[in-house]
């Protein structure tokens, strides 16, 4: 059973930087993409970023520039860098991590801008 657990969420000005960490319960040398998708209340969830296995990132047009995921697979972990903040950036963070068929989801993080 993989788990994620998300942190480094919080309460931030317009302007600001968070850096989101995300830790798997298994190696994820071996697994392919990646990324990080928020949820804002009443909206539905939406990719933010993700990062391939050899280090091919993609991200939403609306945080281009302004955020940057890696990984590091020594230590399990996928991270979002987050700059130049908007309230717009308001969400539930959530690490997702498809294996197989499947896809695992972590419990989420919560960010916060505000203006």
């Known amino acids: 059973q993989v788990q994620l657990v998300e942190s480094g969420g919080g309460l931030v000005q317009t302007g600001g930087s968070l850096r989101l960490s995300c830790v798997a319960s298994v190696s994820i040398r071996s697994f392919g993409v990646m990324g990080w998708y928020r949820q804002a209340p009443g909206n539905e969830r939406e990719l933010v970023a993700t990062?391939?296995?050899?280090?091919?990132?993609n991200y939403a047009d609306s945080v281009k520039d302004r955020f940057t995921i890696s990984r590091d697979n020594a230590k399990n972990t996928v991270y979002l860098q987050m700059s130049s903040l908007k309230p717009e950036d308001t969400a539930a963070y959530y690490c997702?991590?498809?294996?197989?068929?499947?896809?695992?989801w972590g419990q989420g993080t919560q960010v916060t801008v505000s203006s």
């Open positions: 990062i391939s296995k050899g280090g091919s990132t």
């Open positions: 997702y991590l498809p294996v197989g068929f499947k896809n695992y």
